[in-house]
């Protein structure tokens, strides 16, 4: 079984910073993409970044140039380094990782976090 663990959230005041992180332990050969959502009170899930296993990176347009997506392999670990924030940012933030979890077959299973809640008010 593997379990994904964020971390990092909290209460911001606009214009500050939040570094957000996801540990994944468990059972793991390998992880392939991570990725980082959100969803904020009444409305649907949004994808907000990606990153690949050899490091090319994707945004959602709401948060580039604000936002980083980061990973440290070693560590399994994805991090979300956020700057800039809003109050439209606010919402809780779950991470995903395709995870490989057996030597013996090649397949992945896109594994999800329960999330960390992010407050971004005056």
């Known amino acids: 079984q593997v379990q994904l663990v964020e971390s990092g959230g909290g209460l911001v005041q606009p214009g500050g910073s939040l570094r957000l992180s996801c540990a994944a332990s468990?059972?793991?050969?390998?992880?392939?993409?991570m990725d980082w959502y959100r969803q904020a009170p009444g409305k649907q899930r949004e994808w907000v970044a990606a990153?690949?296993?050899?490091?090319?990176?994707n945004y959602a347009d709401s948060v580039k140039g604000r936002f980083t997506i980061s990973r440290d392999n070693a560590k399994n670990t994805v991090y979300l380094q956020m700057n800039s924030l809003k109050p439209e940012d606010t919402a809780v933030y779950c991470c995903?990782?395709?995870?490989?979890?057996?030597?013996?077959?090649?397949?992945?299973?896109?594994?999800w976090g329960q999330g960390t809640q992010v407050t971004v008010s005056s």
């Open positions: 990153i690949t296993s050899d490091g090319r990176t």
């Open positions: 995903s990782a395709d995870v490989r979890p057996y030597y013996h077959t090649y397949a992945y299973t896109k594994t």
């Open positions: 468990g059972r793991i050969v390998s992880i392939n993409d």
